[in-house]
């Protein structure tokens, strides 16, 4: 694959409320398919933001690591048409496969859940609640794309799911359960 060489950071095309698909055609920046890579960005940063603590279990590193790459694979996947004259980067199944297996390897030994999660636990865990919910959306986001690849609807569907798992993993137990009607 060839790198991307990003000599210029601005270039005043995007001024008019306009912008590039990844195969040039231009579209306005509030296009469904802008809408769901921009989520998918922005669920990048999210995880970066949780890379960047220090609480974080080690085991789940490379791991977080992983999915950010596979995210710029998302996002170039999202960011052209399915009828692209020359062959594109598509999310792959083994990528959601992948997915998958961490899904497994992680929720095996988690205590079964006896109520709907309460955001928070460690600050990991908080940071990965959020991250998760950013997936949601970049899901939801991916379905208005009138031609998105099914397999990357997997994807983000599978991701958030390894996200709770690995917040209810962070957290260490110090989970707290939704309360129905506790409040009333």
């Known amino acids: 694959m060839p790198r991307v060489n990003l000599t210029r950071i601005y270039t005043r095309l995007g001024d008019g409320g306009e912008t590039h698909l ?44 992983r999915v950010q790459n596979d995210l710029f694979d998302l996002g170039a996947d999202l960011a052209v048409p399915p009828e692209a004259e020359r062959e594109r980067l598509r999310i792959a199944e083994s990528q959601t496969a ?21 955001p928070g636990g460690s600050r990991a865990g908080a940071q990965l609640h959020v991250c998760r919910t950013v997936c949601r959306r970049a899901e939801r986001r991916a379905l208005e794309v009138e031609d998105v690849s099914p397999e990357a609807i997997r994807y983000l569907n599978r991701l958030s799911d390894l996200l709770f798992i690995l917040a209810r993993a962070a957290s260490e137990g110090e989970e707290r359960l939704w309360q129905p009607g506790e409040g009333r």
């Open 22 to 65: 990844g195969d040039m055609s231009r579209v306005p920046k509030t296009h469904p398919r802008i809408e769901a890579y921009g989520t998918v960005d922005e669920l990048n940063a999210q995880l970066g933001l949780l890379m960047a603590g220090d609480d974080l279990p080690d085991e789940f590193r490379p791991w977080i690591e």
């Open 98 to 118: 992948w997915l998958e297996e961490r899904c497994d390897q992680v929720n095996e030994r988690l205590e079964p859940l006896r109520s709907f999660l309460l």
